[in-house]
């Protein structure tokens, strides 16, 4: 089943269900997909691409969870915690930074990187290879850690 086919199926779901929060998290996936098959020429979006979308609803959510709690507004942030929480659970398993480091050790190696210089390098491979199972952010965290 397409992410789209799961999306449907969950609209409908959380209209049943009356749950309000849920179904405006899915309505912006569903919007976010339709937008990427027509800007493509029409058809299909890939794997990849969906992913990528995900990942960048979840961010924009996240950024504006925490521009919310700079501001004071807790009930503004909690709701785009919620959709953040709803959208991410359409993403792959995200590898934690326990499983990460070897991954980004032996990129550093592949790479030979040998300073905090070397970083764009061994970002663009670590982002290539880890494209969909770790945020950037974290990665470069990790990277930053390991050639310093």
């Known amino acids: 089943m397409s992410l789209t086919d799961r999306i449907n199926e969950d609209i409908k779901k959380a209209m049943l269900a009356r749950e309000k929060d849920k179904l405006e998290a899915l309505r912006a996936v569903k919007s976010a997909l339709l937008l990427a098959m027509t800007s493509e020429g029409g058809g299909e979006v890939t794997v990849e691409t969906e992913t990528k979308l995900l990942q960048k609803l979840v961010k924009q959510r996240r950024e504006s ?66 494209s969909g199972k770790a945020d950037n952010k974290t990665i470069s965290q990790l990277v930053k850690e390991l050639l310093a």
């Open 65 to 130: 969870a925490d521009i919310y709690d700079g501001q004071n507004r807790a009930d503004l942030a909690d709701a785009e915690r919620f959709q953040a929480e709803i959208i991410s659970a359409y993403l792959p398993a995200q590898l934690n930074p326990d499983e990460l480091k070897p991954i980004i050790s032996k990129i550093i190696t592949e790479v030979g990187a040998s300073g905090i210089k070397d970083m764009g390098k061994v970002m663009a491979a670590a982002s290539a290879q880890l």
